[in-house]
Antibody, heavy 119, light 111 residues
Framework: EVQLVESGGGLVQPGGSLRLSCAAS????????MNWVRQAPGKGLECVSY????????YYADSVKGRFTISRDNAKNSLFLQMDSLRAEDTAVYYC????????????WGQGTLVTVSS | QSVLTQPPSVSGAPGQRVTISCTGS?????????VHWYQQLPGTAPKLLIY???NRPSGVPDRFSGSKSGTSASLAISGLQAEDEADYYC???????????FGTGTKVTVL
């Protein structure tokens, strides 16, 4: 059974940093592109970053470029999102999502971790 | 940013058929990129409902169907049930943004 479990969310002040983790199990992690998708309270979905299986290809949405860093550890079946210079508008539930075998869609999602940026 | 436009809400009585539209542009749906659909029940993570325009993952009832034509796509729910009350999002790839984009989301209410 595919499982994605996020952790690391919490309350942080504007300008602060946070590191999210996603523990994957039930599939060959090193074979799949992985994504971080966020959802602000009462709002829609936004793909903020993705990383290819070998980490050779990385994408960031303009809204987080230069502030967020995605990485993965295939040996530990883990995905990470380092978030620096956090802003109030980064407040959201952050989901880890696996990209489907045929690409360009998200076939499995974690339960999400809430990041709140507030003073 | 949402570059795919959906109606904010649709509603129907149990047993009825409802459709949700998703309108894009020449850099996403119109460029030939597939559309995918997700269902998000209250307080839960999104769930893949339709992929590759009209394919259902294992376990998704055949009451759900998808279609795409040009810069538009639609999700149809036939035989509407109370448990279908949720938010629905379309998603695709956008070549001008070089990234994945979601629709604005549609809340389905079962009357």
């Amino acid at each position: 059974e595919v499982q994605l479990v996020e952790s690391g969310g919490g309350l942080v002040q504007p300008g602060g940093s946070l590191r999210l983790s996603c523990a994957a199990s039930g599939f060959t992690f090193s074979s799949y592109r992985m994504n971080w998708v966020r959802q602000a309270p009462g709002k829609g979905l936004e793909c903020v970053s993705y990383i290819s299986p070998s980490s050779s290809s990385i994408y960031y949405a303009d809204s987080v470029k230069g502030r967020f860093t995605i990485s993965r550890d295939n040996a530990k079946n883990s995905l990470f999102l380092q978030m620096d210079s956090l802003r109030a508008e980064d407040t959201a539930v952050y989901y880890c999502a696996r990209e489907g075998p045929m690409g360009n869609y998200f076939d499995y999602w974690g339960q999400g971790t809430l990041v709140t940026v507030s003073s | 940013q949402s570059v795919l436009t959906q109606p904010p809400s649709v509603s129907g009585a149990p047993g009825q058929r409802v459709t949700i539209s998703c309108t894009g542009s020449s850099s996403n749906l119109g460029a030939g990129y597939d559309v995918h659909w997700y269902q998000q029940l209250p307080g839960t993570a999104p769930k893949l409902l339709i992929y590759g325009n009209n394919n259902r993952p294992s376990g998704v009832p055949d009451r759900f169907s998808g279609s795409k034509s040009g810069t538009s796509a639609s999700l149809a729910i036939s035989g509407l049930q109370a448990e279908d009350e949720a938010d629905y999002y379309c998603q695709s790839y956008d070549s001008s943004l070089s990234g994945y984009v979601f629709g604005t989301g549609t809340k389905v209410t079962v009357l």
